[in-house]
């Protein structure tokens, strides 16, 4: 089979494209920077300059191809310029699934978010629950618009699965989590903010997920494939635990994360702020569960994500390693 992939370059597009090869398929790539995808080519996948944004550049490369993985996707918290949401999520999202439905494509999968739920308040949320409201960042709300236009084109016809990842781990995380984790490890994280919580999943996990969505996902659904749910300090003590580096003494009540973000809303708009203390950074730290409910992925695909005490130590040892630290 030959397989169209956006967002190669990324973390999860990036090891999508290679369980595609290790299993044999032809996979073509767009990427903005050629020059960045030489280990995806020297694997064999077949780099083609190119944008989401531009939806031209991809007629080409995706023409004649058996399906389409779009998961290239924005995801910064905390940035001035949130400009890029808009562009990439939403319009990149249109440009990809337009393309698709012009040239026929048999199949689809699109790479969503349980983000596009928000605060679910300590639910673990099903593929039918329905946010309405606020969203509390740009990333949220554009990838929200975009779940919609997904869900749009398959009212249309266009035969697209969409899967729903939560909060996802593992070698080569270029996320806000890794930074976090790097923190925790040198012994720089300020505080840990209490009740927050996410569905955590190996990268291997939502790779394979993602596969099986295109093999077996029901044309038109919805999979969340998220891990096992946690709280961001349980999966700080379990860094403390495999790492001997203690965990921050200090923690952040929803309350008090909250009227920190309102502070800073007035103060960025005055003087440069780092993303991990901007007002949106904050908020979506105060108490925020991003959780849902895999029951249906497990069912209908056979996803099956590993527990996190087998799957982030080894992420937990491999940032050790990379920082040159020894268990304390």
Not at 18 to 27: I, K, S, T, W, Y
Not at 65 to 71: A, K, L, N, S, T
Not at 219 to 243: D, K, L, Q, W
Not at 245 to 261: C, D, F, N, Q
């Amino acid at each position: 089979m030959k397989y169209f992939v956006t967002g190669a370059t990324g973390f999860v597009g990036g090891r999508v494209a290679r369980m595609l090869l290790q299993a044999g398929h032809d996979v073509i790539a767009v990427v903005r920077a050629p020059e960045k995808a030489r280990d995806l080519a020297a694997l064999g996948v077949d780099i083609r300059k190119g944008d989401v944004t531009d939806k031209e550049s991809m007629r080409a490369p995706m023409s004649g191809v058996d399906g389409v993985y779009h998961i290239a996707g924005w995801y910064k918290i905390g940035t001035k310029d949130k400009s890029e949401g808009a562009r990439i999520n939403i319009d990149g999202t249109r440009n990809v699934l337009d393309l698709m439905q012009m040239l026929k494509i048999p199949k689809g999968v699109y790479t969503s978010t349980l983000a596009v739920n928000s605060d679910t308040r300590g639910i673990e949320v099903d593929e039918t629950y329905r946010f309405t409201g606020t969203h509390i960042s740009e990333y949220d709300r554009t990838k929200a618009e975009a779940h919609k236009i997904a869900e749009a084109y398959i009212a249309q016809g266009l035969p697209l699965v969409i899967v729903q990842p939560g909060l996802i781990y593992g070698p080569g995380d270029t996320s806000a989590l890794r930074d976090a984790l790097r923190q925790a490890l040198t012994r720089k994280l300020p505080m840990m903010p209490q009740k927050t919580a996410y569905s955590w999943a190996h990268i291997d996990d939502i790779a394979q997920g993602h596969i099986a969505a295109m093999e077996r996902g029901r044309i038109g659904e919805s999979y969340n494939i998220c891990g096992p749910s946690h709280t961001f300090i349980e999966g700080m003590r379990m860094v403390e635990a495999v790492s001997g580096v203690k965990a921050p003494s200090m923690t952040g009540a929803p309350g008090m994360l909250k009227a920190m973000s309102a502070v800073m809303s007035v103060i960025e708009k005055l003087v440069p702020v780092p993303a991990n203390y901007s007002s949106e950074f904050l908020r979506v730290s105060a108490g925020v569960t991003y959780i849902g409910n895999n029951a249906k992925a497990r069912r209908e695909l056979g996803f099956n994500p590993r527990a996190l005490a087998d799957g982030w130590p080894d992420s937990i040892r491999d940032e050790m390693k990379d920082l040159g630290l020894t268990r304390q």
